[in-house]
């Protein structure tokens, strides 16, 4: 049987979600929960690979176990095992063949900056006080929108077979003394986030412009891109489905 479980986590203290060795990830202290409460070796594959330091809202997972168990015992079961800055929301069956990482529609992530100094917000937004563009910052999602092939702001030597994805939405708003890039694509590269913002405030500070932007994506060259900005302000925030992954199970 095959169970999707949806959980957030605080990514500070984490060196992303895939396992590696040598390093403390999210999937590695998940998969030994899963074990350990089940009395079963298990193994989560996520819908994605969030980097060091990047926090999860919302994050995605499926495991296989011909246990029967009660969903939600073992929900709370793992929240009282598993640290504190992991969090179960659900746990809930599925299609046998559901794939948490190749079913999914398209994944949200919010980047965060603080315009303001705010000692409560450092841990997990980036500060930035130079007065900011946001109306040429959003003509330049636009642009973002047009266009597909995402290679000038991907990882450099990354083991990708594609470098084109759909981006859905992408937009800056104002929320009081912060702002917020959101941004829902099917798919995303490595540090592309986190590289598009970085080249977004170049723009809003008219560093960059619109059409240095455009050309910018056009020349499929990382170096000619922003530099990224930290990973503490970028959040995973949604991943969508389809509704049939649930059914008659």
Known sequence: MRYFIDLSYNGAKYHGWQMQPNATTVQ??????????IKTPLSCMGAGRTDTGVHAL???????????????EISYKLNAF?????????????????HARFDALSRTYTYRISTIKDVFKFEKSHYFSKILDLR????????????????????THTDVKTFFCQIHKAEWVQTHTDIEFIITADRFLRNMVRSIVGTLLDVGTHKTSLE???????????SKAGASVPAKGLFLTEIKYPTTIYSDV
């Open 58 to 72: 919302k994050m995605m997972a499926h495991f296989d176990c011909e246990q029967s168990f009660d969903t939600s």
């Open 136 to 155: 040429l910052m959003n003509d330049a999602c636009q642009i973002l929108k047009d266009c597909d092939d995402f290679e000038c702001f991907s990882k």
């Open 82 to 98: 598993l640290p504190k800055d992991i969090a179960v929301k659900s746990i809930k069956k599925v299609q046998k063949d559901a």
């Open 212 to 222: 240095d932007f455009r050309q910018i994506i056009k020349s499929k060259d990382r």
């Open 28 to 37: 590695a202290v998940l998969n030994h929960a899963l074990s350990t409460l």
